[in-house]
Nanobody, 128 residues
């Protein structure tokens, strides 16, 4: 019943910015953590950033911490990922995933197997 829909991907040059959106439905938004993952061809899925809706707490992968920012629009049940100064290594399909917060507290947020609900993905391509 939980549905997640990503949008906002596209093709940009290195140094440019994009904003991704993850629209959630079929869940009590405040009970969840929403996390962005990405997967490039031939590579493992990587956790990028997470937001815990009820507290507003956030987490970031070291590779994006100084460039990306995650936020929630609770009135719209939507999470945004602001991606600045994009680099070619950011090229991937970006997915959002949802989990009850109790399953992903602390360092557990990076483990994809703990998330039961996933969006369809949106492609981000960064050229140099």
């Amino acid at each position: 019943e939980v549905q997640l829909v990503e949008s906002g991907g596209g093709s940009v040059q290195a140094g440019e910015s994009l904003r991704l959106a993850c629209a959630a439905s079929g869940l009590i938004f405040e009970d969840y953590a929403i996390t962005w993952f990405r997967q490039a061809p031939g590579k493992e899925r990587e956790a990028v950033s997470s937001i815990f809706i009820s507290s507003g707490g956030t987490a970031y992968a070291d590779s994006v911490k100084d460039r990306f920012s995650i936020s929630s629009d609770n009135a719209e049940n939507t999470v945004h990922l602001w991606m600045n100064n994009l680099k070619p290594e950011d090229t991937a399909v970006y997915y959002c995933a949802a989990s009850l917060t109790t399953h992903v507290n602390g360092p557990l947020w990076v483990h994809s197997l703990r998330y039961n609900s996933w969006g369809q993905g949106t492609q981000v391509t960064v050229s140099s």
